[in-house]
């Protein structure tokens, strides 16, 4: 059993690692207002959020009803809700035809929130330590199929999630 705890550990961690460094380097891109690499940089964190997102929603988070209050869940499950209503603003921003000094700002507050959801996020691990193997199990096989459908964020809450996005600044 903590083989399986110490593999979903790693995978986990391995996962937020990726995020956390496209977010920095999508930072830089908008502090050197590289519109190329912020599409490219967008992409690539809008398919990580959403591989990632899905399986935490599917199966992480309803085995931690048990462990923490629902409140705490619920507010997880609404850091996504904004997640995916500023991601989508956030796209928006990066098409338009000249980012001005105000989207910049904007867009770097954003990518800091989601940062710090990054690192508050793997701490859940010190919890899925002491969950049965059977459902650690069943967490890294919703892993499994979610990066095989392979979802991103925005495809992902429109077509499958439950719950709506919340766009706020
Ligand atoms: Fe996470």
Redesign the pocket.
Known sequence: MAMLADKFTHLFRE??RKIRDTLLKLIQAFQERDKARILILINQATTYKGL?FRY?EEALYPYLIGIFAEEYIEKLLRVHDRSIGKTIKLIELAGKESITDDDIAKAIRFIRTELSH?SE??GLSIMTEILSEEKIKWILETRDRSIKEGLNLIDWAYQVRNRPAVFTD
Do not use: L
């Open positions: 996962e937020h990632h935490e990054v996020c793997d």
